[in-house]
């Protein structure tokens, strides 16, 4: 069993830097990919950023040049580094790790969430 805890979230101006993390406790073993997702109101889920063990890494097309997505395997903890924040950047951020739990099996968990507000 994998718990997801985020943390770094808040309300930030526009333009400015927010540092996302989120560590991964319980029984975090063979985990391969983690990644950031987020949700704004009356939106869909859509895919920030998502790194894989090797560190090869996928970007929303939103959102590249202006973030950073980093992965520490050593502490299961995966970073998202914000810069140049926009309005449209508001949304509730979601850890996501996948967890090889058979021969071709993956398993899913997502952490509860942190708020991201980014407004004058």
């Known amino acids: 069993q994998v718990q997801l805890v985020e943390s770094g979230g808040g309300l930030v101006q526009p333009g400015g830097s927010l540092r996302l993390s989120c560590a991964a406790s319980?029984?975090?073993?063979?985990?391969?990919?983690m990644g950031w997702y987020r949700q704004a109101p009356g939106k869909q889920r859509e895919l920030v950023a998502r790194?894989?063990?090797?560190?090869?890494?996928k970007y929303a097309d939103s959102v590249k040049g202006r973030f950073t997505i980093s992965r520490d395997n050593a502490k299961n903890t995966v970073f998202l580094q914000m810069s140049s924040l926009k309005p449209e950047d508001t949304a509730v951020y979601y850890c996501?790790?996948?967890?090889?739990?058979?021969?071709?099996?993956?398993?899913?968990?997502w952490g509860q969430g942190t708020q991201v507000t980014v407004s004058s």
């Open positions: 996501n790790a996948d967890q090889q739990v058979a021969s071709g099996l993956l398993y899913g968990y």
């Open positions: 319980g029984s975090p073993f063979s985990i391969t990919a």
């Open positions: 790194i894989a063990s090797d560190s090869s890494t």
